[in-house]
């Protein structure tokens, strides 16, 4: 039986939304009451849609505190904080620090989305981080003035990624931010991403997904927009409206980002099969995208952790990879061969280790797990990092515009050289999943 921290009851599919969201041009808000200009944040203030602002989720952290053990454990001072807003992109900037202790602060928002590292601060030191964060809800408004609606999956009502306001969540060693100040930013250009549970923002520990860890490497230059789910195939994708929903935001200078062949290889339907509806999706992707001025870019499946007798990675994916190579090749377009790397990545760190870039943990490792963690397809918060430098190198080889906004931190990336899992460090989340996400 699924066993989840907290069930949130989140609104979705909303088509009208509080003034004060539909209005917001920038707001500043204050923990610490240094800026007096700022809206101050008062320990009491908990988010309603009314007052538009304020703490949420503290009675899952609480629970969550609740339950945890010895290796599952929730840094002091976490906290989430929401604010409505309509549908788009936001330039965050948070400023991090405090005049009473040190720092250690990480900073994700919305499902997972990791934006700021365990940033170091001294007593009284303060340090100021902008990124961009994409928002968005169900509604879909269409050319014609007319609304349709995503149809997502039941599970998906209780993510952060379908609802009416901006969630960041404040982790870290020793989360230390004074304030958050949010302002619209829909002039950047927008990587959308499409795909599957290997793409998607893992809202639950100890999964995770390279769409959710990209955010990492770019500046407040660049939104990233993940719409991938989990068992999805580029049919269903498409059949769900979530294509369609993001063909009615896109814009000139954006790129589309497509991962499928995981789940696509499991249709039986008539019709069916890589060289045919496979194909056929894609190319329905790579002209909704050119008719919109977006760059299409395709990445290939990643690889199963599957090894054969002499520790080599085996093929599961059939000719599903080779598909969309073809189609690649047919329509020009872009395509990263995440395939091949990650074959190299799971050879590099061999039959033992490799599971550490995988949801591979013991019984009782999270609460409520009774059984242990055997997955060879998902990754956990390592894999994910790693393979999101992996995409990171797939756009550098392309030599896309995009580049000139990777952070200054970010250093290239080798898959047969990855970094040490051992020195990885994760700070968890109190959502917790002990059943996997769907999808093989």
Same mark, same amino acid.
């Given at each position: 039986?699924?066993?989840?921290?907290?069930?949130?009851?989140l609104?979705?599919?909303?088509?009208?939304?509080?003034?004060?969201?539909?209005?917001?041009?920038?707001?500043?808000?204050?923990?610490d009451?240094?800026?007096?200009?700022?809206?101050?944040?008062?320990?009491?203030?908990?988010?309603?849609?009314?007052?538009?602002?304020?703490?949420?989720?503290?009675?899952?952290?609480?629970?969550?505190?609740?339950?945890?053990?010895?290796?599952?454990?929730?840094?002091?001072?976490?906290?989430?904080?929401?604010?409505?807003?309509?549908?788009?992109?936001?330039?965050?900037?948070?400023?991090?620090?405090?005049?009473?202790?040190?720092?250690?602060?990480t900073?994700?928002?919305?499902?997972?989305?990791?934006?700021?590292?365990?940033?170091?601060?001294?007593?009284?030191?303060?340090?100021?981080?902008?990124?961009?964060?994409?928002?968005?809800n169900?509604?879909i408004?269409?050319?014609?003035?007319?609304?349709?609606?995503v149809?997502?999956k039941?599970?998906e009502?209780?993510?952060?990624?379908?609802?009416?306001?901006?969630?960041?969540?404040?982790?870290?060693?020793?989360?230390?931010?004074?304030?958050?100040?949010?302002?619209?930013?829909?002039?950047?250009?927008?990587?959308?991403?499409?795909?599957?549970?290997?793409?998607?923002?893992?809202?639950?520990?100890?999964?995770?997904?390279?769409?959710q860890?990209?955010?990492?490497?770019?500046t407040?230059?660049?939104?990233?927009?993940?719409?991938?789910?989990?068992?999805?195939t580029?049919?269903?994708?498409?059949?769900?409206?979530?294509?369609?929903?993001?063909?009615?935001?896109?814009k000139?200078g954006?790129?589309?980002?497509?991962?499928?062949?995981h /789940?696509?290889?499991?249709?039986?339907?008539?019709?069916?099969?890589?060289?045919?509806?496979?194909?056929?999706?894609?190319?329905?992707?790579?002209?909704?995208?050119?008719?919109?001025?977006?760059?299409?870019?395709?990445?290939?499946?990643t690889?199963?952790?599957?090894?054969?007798?002499?520790?080599k990675?085996?093929?599961?994916?059939?000719?599903?990879?080779?598909?969309m190579?073809w189609?690649?090749k047919?329509?020009?377009v872009?395509?990263?061969e995440?395939?091949?790397?990650?074959?190299?990545?799971?050879?590099?760190?061999?039959?033992?280790?490799?599971?550490?870039?995988?949801?591979?943990y013991?019984?009782?490792?999270?609460p409520?797990?009774?059984?242990?963690?055997?997955?060879?397809?998902?990754?956990?918060?390592?894999?994910?990092?790693?393979?999101?430098k992996m995409?990171?190198?797939?756009?550098?080889?392309?030599n896309?515009?995009?580049?000139?906004?990777?952070?200054?931190?970010?250093?290239?990336?080798?898959?047969?050289?990855?970094?040490?899992?051992?020195?990885?460090h994760?700070?968890?989340?109190?959502?917790?999943?002990?059943?996997?996400?769907?999808? /093989?």
């Amino acid at each position: 039986m699924r066993h989840i921290i907290s069930l949130l009851v989140l609104s979705v599919a909303t088509l009208s939304q509080p003034l004060h969201a539909q209005s917001i041009l920038s707001r500043t808000y204050s923990f610490d009451a240094r800026d007096k200009s700022a809206i101050q944040v008062k320990p009491t203030d908990v988010f309603t849609p009314e007052q538009g602002y304020g703490y949420d989720f503290q009675s899952v952290i609480a629970e969550a505190r609740k339950a945890q053990n010895e290796t599952f454990h929730l840094s002091d001072g976490i906290f989430y904080f929401s604010v409505a807003v309509p549908d788009g992109n936001y330039k965050v900037t948070v400023t991090l620090g405090s005049k009473k202790a040190k720092g250690n602060t990480t900073v994700r928002a919305e499902s997972r989305r990791l934006f700021m590292q365990n940033e170091e601060t001294k007593k009284g030191e303060f340090k100021t981080c902008s990124f961009i964060v994409n928002k968005r809800n169900t509604t879909i408004l269409l050319p014609d003035g007319k609304t349709d609606y995503v149809r997502i999956k039941k599970r998906e009502e209780t993510k952060m990624n379908w609802d009416d306001k901006l969630t960041i969540e404040v982790n870290g060693d020793a989360p230390a931010v004074s304030s958050v100040r949010i302002e619209p930013a829909n002039d950047v250009p927008t990587l959308w991403l499409c795909g599957n549970s290997t793409v998607v923002d893992q809202d639950y520990e100890p999964w995770a997904s390279w769409g959710q860890m990209i955010t990492r490497w770019f500046t407040d230059k660049v939104a990233v927009a993940n719409y991938a789910e989990s068992g999805e195939t580029a049919t269903s994708f498409i059949g769900a409206g979530r294509l369609k929903k993001i063909v009615s935001l896109m814009k000139e200078g954006d790129y589309i980002f497509m991962e499928f062949g995981h /789940n696509d290889q499991k249709e039986k339907r008539p019709g069916s099969g890589a060289f045919y509806n496979y194909a056929y999706a894609l190319k329905q992707f790579v002209d909704e995208a050119r008719a919109k001025g977006v760059t299409p870019i395709f990445v290939t499946p990643t690889q199963r952790r599957s090894f054969d007798k002499v520790g080599k990675i085996q093929e599961t994916h059939a000719n599903y990879p080779e598909a969309m190579r073809w189609v690649a090749k047919d329509l020009g377009v872009q395509l990263i061969e995440l395939h091949d790397m990650t074959r190299t990545f799971y050879e590099t760190l061999g039959v033992e280790d490799s599971k550490h870039a995988l949801v591979h943990y013991p019984a009782h490792t999270y609460p409520g797990q009774m059984t242990a963690f055997q997955d060879n397809t998902h990754f956990n918060p390592y894999g994910a990092f790693e393979i999101s430098k992996m995409i990171v190198e797939g756009m550098k080889s392309l030599n896309l515009p995009i580049m000139e906004h990777l952070r200054s931190d970010y250093t290239s990336f080798n898959p047969s050289k990855p970094d040490d899992w051992k020195t990885f460090h994760w700070n968890d989340g109190p959502f917790i999943d002990i059943i996997k996400p769907d999808g /093989n």
